[in-house]
């Protein structure tokens, strides 16, 4: 579904990515395991069109590497910032509504958004009970399941999701992980930045190291599960 390759992004003179190349298949959940700083959030920018790069950028098929963020998004690939971003004045539910349009009121997909409001208040219980509620008034748990309920309204191909545990509790981010399995399982990619590197390599088929803005490893989840350089580094154990 998605192919990157050789991919290298610049802030002014400084050079954030250096020739990164990956996959995410039609069926899977990829990890994208690194520190802070070590490009996970450049990556995603670039392939959803926020960055300029050089390299190449393949989503179904199709070649999307100059394409602006819009027309990308256009193309239901969808990403799901760092920090969540909802718009904090309007109500759960407009929050929703908002994403099912790309600009100018044009919806991404055709259909009945009642019948699309309905799918994420299936998948997110607790969004339907505080339908009415201004976004902001929300606990961060909820705002991240917002977050990513308004992404799925415009039925993404490939959903990208950005650090989706950051400042949860853990009982919150075990629920959130399990939606995502779910959405996965019904039929989504999905594109995972995480530094719980642990959780991340227990729900995501393969998984990639990124370091400074270069891949440094990549491979079967399991398998870098017991990597002793992953164990090490990432999961706070010798192996």
Not at 57 to 85: C, M, W, Y
């Amino acid at each position: 579904m998605l192919k990157v390759n050789n991919l290298v992004a610049n802030y002014g003179r400084i050079e954030a990515l250096h020739g990164v190349s990956l996959e995410v298949g039609s069926n899977e959940i990829v990890a994208l395991i690194g520190s802070n700083g070590a490009g996970k959030t450049t990556l995603l920018n670039s392939i959803s069109g926020h960055v300029s790069v050089n390299g190449k950028v393949e989503f179904d098929g199709e070649e999307i590497t100059k394409l602006k963020a819009h027309n990308i998004s256009r193309k239901r690939l969808l990403q799901v910032p760092e920090g969540r971003h909802v718009f904090p004045g309007l109500s759960v539910e407009q929050n929703l509504l908002v994403g099912t349009v790309i600009d100018s009121g044009i919806r991404i997909v055709s259909g009945n958004y009642k019948e699309d409001l309905e799918m994420i208040y299936h998948t997110f219980p607790r969004l339907k009970e505080r339908r009415k509620q201004l976004a902001w008034s929300l606990s961060g748990g909820e705002q991240q399941m917002l977050a990513i309920g308004r992404a799925l309204m415009g039925h993404p191909k490939l959903l990208m999701l950005d650090e989706p545990s950051m400042g949860l509790a853990p009982i919150i981010i075990s629920e959130l992980f399990e939606k995502i399995v779910e959405i996965n399982k019904s039929g989504t990619p999905v594109l995972l930045v995480e530094q719980n590197a642990s959780l991340a390599l227990c729900v995501s088929n393969r998984a990639y190291i990124i370091e400074r803005g270069k891949l440094t490893l990549s491979g079967d989840s399991k398998e870098l599960m017991k990597d002793p350089r992953v164990c090490e580094a990432y999961l706070g154990k010798a192996k």
